[in-house]
């Protein structure tokens, strides 16, 4: 087939699900399109070497990409980001057409950020068949108040039309689908395909003299947070549970992030000398980390939106056989507690948190490495890049409705 794809981000941002299924898609023999913007996240600042402007295409066997400009700037606020998503959408309005002209069908990966840019494509490509693959329905990290609330129902509509007018819609987890049945989509065209992780880097390992000194293994039970340190996660959580327990077991925060300060401070006042802050680290290193330690801590806050979230670090603690502490509730707790991969509680609630903490303490290393290969097991039945891509080939194949016929073998 030829196959178009929007997408917001792009590698070289951390955007690894449409950049390893454009890949995966043309290595299958399909000719891919890829229309993305110029990258800038996390930052928000165009990545140093590369230059904004209108005719920026590569290309290689089966796959082209082309840029477009965006706003771009470090500005978080509601306006910010209006300008962000507007101005991609009016320059994929301009480019788009001529681009993507020709194609089979069109997958569009579908944060908030594309929503505008896809609700305005779509009607200028007319009939070409269409997939969104969603990932959120919320503007989740948006302030508070007026501004909030009419820039959520702006983007509410702009995603509503997607899903009405998309001829197949996959979700990224499980009770989106309800959410994107909610808002319009028609329930026989929702289907749920898993994100996966980057499995040349997510793999299981043994651990390092180096990386098992910077963990601080010292026979204590090691609980380890990878990732972002921000509103989202609700680290003071752990970090309250976590002193609880002093002498029992240790919590390593790996990572980052727009809330951690406030974190430190938290740890500092409860004295709490069993967490201890390593700070980024590539992802390159990160297996032999999760190795080193004996959980991987995966929390979200108790909030709507994130109840139909599975947080990536849960993907890649999975595909390295590493077992799992979940301080969440929705989908994250129920991946975890069906996979029999870890031990889960109710989100913002520290003392069971502090109770599961002890339990996982107790539990003896071979009862650990069960629950890690079950969770390994989990995700290449469920989550792999090859069940994944393949089940986004179908959904193309059902969109185009006919017009191809699918390869023999493929599910």
């Given at each position: 087939m030829r196959i178009g794809i929007l997408s917001y981000h792009f590698p070289p941002e951390p955007a690894f699900i449409p950049g390893s299924l454009a890949e995966e898609l043309a290595r299958r023999g399909h000719e891919v399109r890829v229309l993305t913007g110029f990258p800038d996240y996390p930052g928000g600042h165009v990545y140093p070497g590369w230059r904004q402007r209108w005719r920026h295409e590569t290309r290689s066997e089966r796959l082209t990409v082309r840029r477009v400009p965006r706003y771009t700037g470090a500005d978080a606020s509601v306006g910010g980001?209006?300008?962000?998503?507007?101005?991609?959408?009016?320059?994929?309005a301009l480019v788009g057409p001529r681009f993507l002209a020709g194609v089979d069908v069109l997958y569009v990966h579908q944060p908030p950020a594309t929503a505008f840019a896809a609700a305005g494509l779509l009607r200028l490509l007319g009939r070409?068949?269409?997939?969104?693959?969603?990932?959120?329905?919320?503007?989740?990290?948006?302030?508070?108040?007026?501004?909030?609330?009419?820039?959520?129902?702006?983007?509410?509509?702009?995603?509503?039309?997607?899903?009405?007018?998309?001829?197949?819609?996959?979700?990224?987890?499980?009770?989106?689908?309800?959410?994107?049945?909610?808002?319009?989509?028609?329930?026989?065209?929702?289907?749920?395909?898993?994100?996966?992780?980057?499995?040349?880097?997510?793999?299981?390992?043994?651990?390092?003299?180096?990386?098992?000194?910077?963990?601080?293994?010292?026979?204590?039970?090691?609980?380890?947070?990878?990732?972002?340190?921000?509103?989202?996660?609700?680290?003071?959580?752990?970090?309250?549970?976590?002193?609880?327990?002093?002498?029992?077991?240790?919590?390593?925060l790996v990572g980052s992030g727009p809330e951690e300060r406030r974190v430190r401070g938290l740890a500092a006042e409860l004295g709490a000398d069993n967490v201890r802050f390593v700070g980024r680290r590539s992802p390159l290193d990160m297996p032999d980390l999760?190795?080193?330690?004996?959980?991987?801590?995966?929390?979200?806050?108790?909030?709507?939106?994130?109840?139909?979230?599975?947080?990536?670090?849960?993907?890649?603690?999975?595909?390295?056989?590493?077992?799992?502490?979940?301080?969440?509730?929705?989908?994250?707790?129920?991946?975890?507690?069906?996979?029999?991969?870890?031990?889960?509680?109710?989100?913002?609630d520290w003392a069971t948190l502090a109770d599961r903490f002890w339990l996982a303490a107790t539990i003896p290393p071979p009862a650990r490495i069960d629950m890690g290969r079950r969770g390994r097991e989990t995700y290449l039945r469920e989550m792999s890049m090859p069940a994944g891509v393949d089940r986004v080939e179908r959904l193309l194949y059902d969109a185009v409705g006919g017009r191809t016929t699918a390869p023999a073998g493929r599910e």
């Open positions: 980001r209006t300008a962000a998503y507007l101005s991609f959408a009016g320059s994929v070409v068949p269409t997939v969104l693959h969603v990932q959120d329905v919320w503007a989740a990290d948006d302030p508070a108040g007026a501004a909030r609330q009419r820039w959520t129902a702006r983007l509410g509509a702009a995603m509503a039309r997607t899903y009405r007018v998309a001829d197949r819609v996959a979700v990224a987890a499980p009770s989106l689908r309800d959410l994107v049945v909610a808002a319009g989509a028609e329930p026989a065209r929702v289907d749920v395909v898993l994100n996966w992780t980057d499995e040349r880097i997510f793999h299981p390992a043994r651990p390092s003299p180096a990386a098992r000194r910077l963990i601080g293994h010292d026979g204590r039970c090691v609980v380890m947070h990878a990732g972002t340190i921000g509103a989202r996660q609700g680290l003071e959580t752990a970090v309250r549970a976590a002193a609880a327990l002093d002498g029992t077991m240790d919590l390593v999760y190795a080193a330690a004996d959980y991987q801590l995966v929390m979200l806050r108790d909030l709507p939106e994130l109840r139909g979230t599975l947080p990536g670090k849960l993907q890649a603690a999975f595909s390295c056989a590493a077992p799992v502490v979940a301080s969440a509730g929705g989908d994250t707790a129920e991946v975890v507690e069906r996979a029999r991969a870890g031990l889960s509680c109710p989100p913002e």
